[in-house]
């Protein structure tokens, strides 16, 4: 099946910098999706974006499906940014089939 | 707002029970999933289901099943629970090539 790499795997910010996540997927995709995971567990979808950028508030995410990797920028970071990031891509060809990668996990200090 | 309801937030069960864990979708999602998050190896697809009585084995179906005998409703069956099984159940729905929408999860620990 395809396979799903995000880096790094664990990130320190400061409050206030800016940082990089990048997910890189084996296979051609249908789609791609980006979901923060708060403290608590909770799932929410910050991003749904098979190609091209979105951008909302500090966030944005670039998916260049040609090269087979996403990026996701968080800029201005604040503490309440804190959780674990993951990106999940939908197999092409058939079944809606959503492969998540294993996550970076960001921490930002004051 | 999409609503997915996991039947229980903390469940714990004894080794060879049958266990059942239910989720329950508000949107009249065709897609229904069910995966388990470990610590360091992210969500895994255990089964998904793409129509009622329809379902598709994930990365790991071994020692599942599931049903999906009405659209809103997608049950995950451990048949003889393991102590392997002890982990975090996240359900979630969406409508085809769209966002998921996930419950809160269920805490499943099996002694």
């Known amino acids: 099946g395809i396979q799903v790499e995000q880096s790094p795997p664990d990130l320190i910010l400061q409050e206030g910098a800016n940082s990089t996540l990048r997910c890189n997927f084996s296979?051609?995709?249908?789609?791609l999706q980006w979901f923060h995971q708060n403290p608590w567990g909770q799932l929410i979808n910050l991003f749904y974006?098979?190609?091209g950028t979105k951008q909302n508030g500090r966030l944005s995410a670039t998916t260049v499906a040609t090269e087979r990797y996403s990026l996701l920028y968080i800029s201005s970071s604040q503490t309440t940014d804190s959780g674990v990031y993951f990106c999940?891509?939908?197999?092409?060809?058939?079944?809606?089939?959503?492969?998540f990668g294993t996550g970076t996990k960001l921490q930002v200090i004051p | 707002d999409v609503k997915v309801t996991q039947s229980s937030r903390y469940l714990v069960k004894r080794t060879g029970e049958k266990v059942f864990l239910e989720c329950v979708q508000d949107?009249?999602?065709?897609?229904m999933f069910w995966y388990r998050q470990d610590p360091g190896l992210g969500l895994r697809l255990i089964y998904f289901?793409?129509?009622?009585?329809?379902?598709e084995k994930g990365d790991i179906p071994e020692g599942y099943s599931v049903s999906r005998e009405k659209k809103e409703r997608f049950s995950l069956i451990l048949e003889s629970a393991s102590t392997n099984q002890t982990s975090m159940y996240l359900c979630?729905?969406?409508?085809?090539?769209?966002?998921?929408?996930f419950g809160n999860g269920t805490r499943l620990t099996v002694t």
């Open positions: 979630a729905s969406s409508f085809r090539s769209s966002p998921l929408h």
């Open positions: 296979d051609s995709v249908n789609n």
């Open positions: 974006i098979p190609s």
């Open positions: 999940a891509v939908e197999s092409s060809g058939g079944y809606q089939k959503v492969t």
């Open positions: 949107m009249d999602h065709e897609n």
């Open positions: 289901s793409y129509d009622v009585k329809m379902k």
